[in-house]
């Protein structure tokens, strides 16, 4: 007996149970005493609950036009159009967030190549300043690394291709949008339009509702 | 006029249909807000409470059981109670009779059909569930106030409560069991048809 069985003998006695789920309980019912008695008392204590008197209204509670806290109900179109508004802002609203967070991941994306091309013409550069002491002092055989002149064209190399970098088709999509600003614009059209529709529906409403109910 | 054709035209603002409607609920609403709030006066703030939430959302009402649809109002307008009371906790309201003194039972409870002593064994009877119900945590009561007091059937409480049908099933079977353990306790008070059983469950 655990608290699952509890749970089947409550919905047993409300009739909530499977055919093969009723047959089941019905079957431990008949052997277990345990079961036959808890369900005795979950019957009790239903039918004491469902013998309590129902009271009667201790005062009439219909709306009268003169209470300050009664407003005319929305049209049933209202909610629709709420929620389409809604909608339509939230989607503006991440598309300006796609097309502001894409520039950051270009730049990103376009700066960390960066060194994969000055790798080309930066590393050498630098085993080119370093060469010298190294060249000298641990390697005898200097002479066979290139002299610092042979290498030194390299920066010029590493300043070309950050040169022609903002030329490539990186350029074009740091500046291009991800989103179209049609669709941004007609997102952003929809969640106005459906907003003034939607107020001016329940303007209406609350009008029609006020002259025939509260000043008439 | 059926109770549907008058939620048509009280959607499109008729305040007479919805106060039809309100006159088929009210006292179900009440009960349930009493149960729930286990005071006369808060119950009777929740309920008008209620009505006035349910006509302002008559569009959120997308067809189904309107019963079950105007407990969800007075169960929100129940929890918003409890709500301030926590924020502002005040001693619980006797009902008071015509001279202001406080008295044991509100007068529309009075039933004249029975003996004073049936009357008292009936009081003593309510007070003694009144005071189980109040001890069950908030969300079992709110279940088993809507199943067992209401008469909603499982999917008409999810409804009102906005929990899952597997849940509803859980919270009443737990509601039942705490019930019938506090129930126990005033064993001499029940009558003898509903006198529950003292044996062990394990």
Redesign the interface.
């Known amino acids: 007996m655990n608290f699952h069985d509890v749970e089947l003998l409550s919905a047993y006695l409300d009739g909530q149970l499977s055919p093969s789920e009723t047959t089941r309980v019905e079957a431990r019912l008949g052997r277990e005493r345990v079961l036959q008695s808890v369900l005795s008392d979950l019957r009790a204590s239903r039918s004491l609950l469902r013998a309590l008197p129902q009271r009667k209204a201790p005062h009439d509670f219909r709306l009268r036009p003169q209470m300050k806290r009664l407003a005319a109900p929305a049209p049933s179109a209202f909610p629709a159009l709420r929620f389409a508004s809604v909608l339509a802002s939230l989607l503006f609203l991440a598309t300006l967030a796609v097309n502001g967070l894409t520039p950051l991941a270009t730049s990103h994306l376009a700066a960390a190549p960066a060194p994969a091309y000055g790798m080309g013409g930066g590393a050498p550069a630098e085993a080119a300043t370093a060469a010298p002491g190294t060249g000298s002092q641990a390697l005898p055989a200097a002479p066979s690394t290139p002299a610092p002149e042979q290498i030194a064209p390299a920066p010029d190399l590493q300043t070309q291709a950050q040169k022609t970098v903002p030329q490539g088709p990186r350029a074009a999509t740091r500046t291009a949008p991800l989103i179209p600003p049609l669709w941004q614009g007609i997102l952003a059209g929809l969640a106005v339009a459906l907003g003034v529709v939607a107020w001016y529906l329940r303007s209406a409403r609350t009008r029609e509702f006020r002259q025939r109910w509260i000043h008439n | 006029m059926d109770e549907n054709a008058l939620i048509g035209r ?4 008729d ?1 007479d249909a ?2 039809q409607v ?2 088929t609920h ?6 349930a807000a ?2 729930i709030l286990g005071d ?1 006066e808060l119950a ?1 703030d929740a ?2 409470e209620a ?2 939430a349910a ?6 009402f997308r067809g189904g059981s309107f019963k079950a649809w105007l407990m969800r109002t007075v169960t929100n307008a129940c929890y918003d109670e409890l709500r301030r009371r926590k924020r502002r906790p005040t001693a619980p309201l006797e009902p008071e009779g015509r001279e202001g003194e406080d008295v044991e039972s ?1 007068m ?2 009075a ?1 004249p059909e029975l003996s004073p002593e049936q009357q008292a064994e ?1 009081q003593e ?2 007070h003694a ?1 009144q005071h189980c119900l109040e001890n069950l945590p908030l969300e079992f009561r709110t279940v ?1 106030v809507m ?3 209401q ?1 909603l ?2 999917a008409e409480v999810a409804v009102a409560v906005r929990v899952p049908l597997g849940t509803i ?2 919270r ?3 509601a ?2 705490r ?2 353990e506090c ?1 126990q306790d005033f064993g001499e008070l ?1 009558p003898a048809a ?4 003292q ?1 062990p ?2």
């Open positions: 009280a959607q499109h603002g305040l919805f106060n309100v006159l009210q006292d179900a609403l009440f009960n009493l149960r006369d009777a309920t008008q009505f006035l006509f302002r959302g008559l569009a959120g509100p529309w409870l039933d009936a009877l309510e569930i088993v199943a067992d007091l008469g059937d499982y099933k859980s009443l079977a737990r039942r069991l019930l019938r129930l029940l509903f006198r529950l059983q044996e469950t394990s």
